[in-house]
């Protein structure tokens, strides 16, 4: 593509350079860029286009890197990127060895704090104004939050913590909420625009501390004017709670009008102590498709054509596990008016569209709130009701202890489908599933299920559900072998797992291997077992672990093979190990999983490939372990 601005900018240093009238043309240049690549690499689309003024106009007003700035969850951060020296790297995006979609300090020094999950920034922000005041260095500290992001408790942590002085001293931190889903109207126009600006100029602020002091030396008049203050701006601007937190607050602004955004950051920038900028975007800005429907351009899974917009999903094929999960979850709740499904805002993500539709009395959307998630699950446990969690792997993480002291301390009947477990592809590390087997089989009284198929995962979350104790099923992204799915509610036998193919026999003294399968990595691990002679496994349960068939295969085989898309520390591979040495049996155990380090981003079959998780790396890791004598009895049978 063609640009007359852009392809001057490698650093906001030459950003700070152009003339401010031609900003709002290299805006739309930045804009037709994020376009461009999106709709070649795939990536988060809606929330690029509309911050791409906001992302413009900080990086003209601050002096970064010197400055710092955090945005949280980051997936809006495609127009800094392109800013900040990437641009001729963007075409890599989200590939294995290419720029990430999330912030990464490996990755750039503007990139000041890692992110991915929601709701850290002001956090981390707070942190870095503080250690800026401690080491004396003049620097501005900036965290960029969403409206959704500000119904997480952490942030509202932070912002408590930041309007109290710390050593007698406020942090000179800026929180932008750039809020493109307000439920209310604002009144974002001209006399708005003309208020924001004039409380955050100077004037207003002298005048606002020359009334303070006269009146301190009357109390009653002082009261009474704070108050008046307070209900006046009320008036004109809903930031009283932010007021009350100890921050200036100033808007909301229009965040696509850079004339207004530009010296409203300006004035702030000159201000000490805690600021607050509400600025108010539009998802999809600038580009007419994605306006129209935000939701369906959040982002793209693959390429298309800017033209045409995305292509229509194509009928039939196989299902992906978060269909086969939505599903489940509507047939269940036809079964048992008990049934109430809860989501940490992510309602298409975890394939609840159509049960919100169908039950919108038993939907709970709670916003990204995990940790009250888990703990309101809880409440409607104890009184009868069916609670199923729908969650990623990933943000389970957040809400650990209310799981352990709110669900599994009490025993409650909670169940949790645990989506995106294990690799999760172009997300990369902060959204793998890698954790959750070795975090949750540790906690008494949690059952953990491991399906190996679609099928075999509709009917894992038919025998959780039926459970009378905490449960969890976790499954991948992505779409299974393509199994039949039995329509009907089957449970499993509680605690057992099937062996899906035995050894093959041989006379000359190779040695008989048997591999336990935890999850969808039994296809690959029948693949290689299959060329090796080896018996296999479906294990299904982690937790309560089948100790019969795990120590009658031990005992039969000469060596164990465990195998799990999770980390191989604490796994189910290490529930194995702790079976054998409690019952006694001494016998080779490989335990073949996710590496001790982080998964980049890349397309998941490579990314299982590269951890020789594919039959192949199965296969090859069986025969480097356990040596030429496996290979022979495969040969010789």
């Known amino acids: 593509m063609k640009s007359v601005h852009l392809q001057n900018i490698e650093t906001p240093a030459d950003l700070r350079r152009v003339a401010r009238a031609d900003l709002p043309a290299l805006a739309a240049e930045l804009r037709e860029f994020v376009l461009h690549t999106v709709s070649r690499t795939g990536g988060h689309l809606g929330s690029n286009l509309g911050t791409v003024e906001l992302t413009v106009a900080l990086h003209y007003v601050f002096n970064t890197p010197h400055d710092r700035i955090v945005w949280d969850v980051g997936h809006q951060t495609y127009p800094h ?300 446990a104890c009184e009868g009701v069916k609670p199923v969690v729908a969650i990623y792997s990933t943000f389970l993480q957040r809400a650990y202890d209310q799981l352990i002291h709110d669900v599994a301390l009490q025993n409650l009947p909670v169940m949790f489908a645990l989506d995106r477990a294990g690799i999760v592809g172009a997300d990369g590390p902060t959204h793998a599933g890698a954790y959750d087997i070795a975090f949750l089989r540790c906690v008494p009284n949690m059952s953990l299920l491991a399906p190996s198929d679609e099928n075999e995962c509709r009917q894992a979350l038919t025998t959780a559900f039926r459970h009378a104790g905490p449960t969890a099923v976790r499954y991948p992204r992505g779409k299974g072998v393509g199994a039949a799915i039995d329509s009907a509610l089957t449970a499993w036998p509680w605690g057992k797992g099937v062996l899906r193919l035995e050894a093959r026999a041989d006379a000359r003294g190779g040695r008989r291997v048997a591999i336990l399968a935890f999850g969808t990595l039994l296809h690959p691990a029948l693949a290689a077992a299959q060329k090796l002679g080896a018996a296999v496994a479906d294990m299904r349960f982690v937790k309560p672990l089948d100790r019969e068939l795990v120590l009658g295969l031990a005992r039969s085989h000469d060596a164990l093979v465990t195998i799990e898309e999770g980390c191989v520390m604490g796994g189910a591979g290490s529930a194995v190990l702790e079976c054998l040495a409690e019952a006694g049996v001494a016998v080779p155990v490989l335990q073949l999983g996710l590496p001790d380090g982080y998964v980049e981003h890349g397309e998941p079959a490579a990314l299982l490939a590269l951890c020789g998780l594919d039959a192949a790396g199965i296969e090859q890791s069986i025969v480097q372990r356990f040596g030429a004598r496996i290979a022979l009895a495969a040969v010789n049978s």
């Open 81 to 380: 990127k392109i800013l900040t020296g990437r641009r001729e790297r963007m075409h890599t995006l989200r590939q294995f060895g290419g720029i990430a979609g999330f912030p990464r300090r490996d990755e750039s020094e503007y990139d000041t704090f890692g992110t991915a999950h929601s709701s850290t920034s002001i956090s981390a922000a707070l942190g870095m104004a503080l250690a800026s005041k401690l080491k004396g260095e003049d620097r501005r500290a900036v965290a960029v939050i969403g409206d959704g992001a500000m119904t997480a408790g952490m942030a509202f942590e932070a912002l408590n913590n930041a309007g109290v002085t710390q050593g007698g001293e406020l942090a000179d931190l800026l929180v932008v909420l750039n809020d493109n889903d307000m439920s209310i109207s604002p009144p974002v126009g001209a006399l708005n625009k003309y208020l924001a600006r004039l409380m955050s100029g100077q004037f207003y602020e002298a005048a606002r501390q020359s009334a303070k002091a006269v009146l301190k030396n009357a109390p009653p008049l002082f009261e009474l004017a704070r108050r008046l203050e307070e209900h006046a701006k009320g008036m004109v601007v809903p930031g009283t709670i932010f007021e009350e937190f100890g921050f200036n607050y100033v808007g909301p602004i229009d965040g696509h009008d850079l004339e207004s955004l530009i010296p409203t950051l300006e004035n702030l920038r000159a201000k000490r102590g805690p600021q607050f900028l509400h600025v108010v975007t539009k998802k999809g800005y600038g580009y007419k498709l994605a306006e129209a429907d935000p939701v369906k351009y959040h982002a793209a899974s693959s390429q298309f054509d800017p033209k045409l917009g995305f292509p229509p999903s194509k009928p039939g094929g196989k299902p992906t596990f978060t269909q086969v999960f939505g599903q489940w979850l509507c047939d269940m709740a036809d079964a048992d008016p008990l049934l109430v499904g809860i989501t940490p805002a992510m309602r298409e993500g975890s394939g609840m569209v159509e049960f919100q539709q169908r039950f919108p009395k038993r939907y709970h959307d709670v916003g990204i709130a995990e940790q009250h998630a888990v703990t309101f699950a809880g409440g409607l």
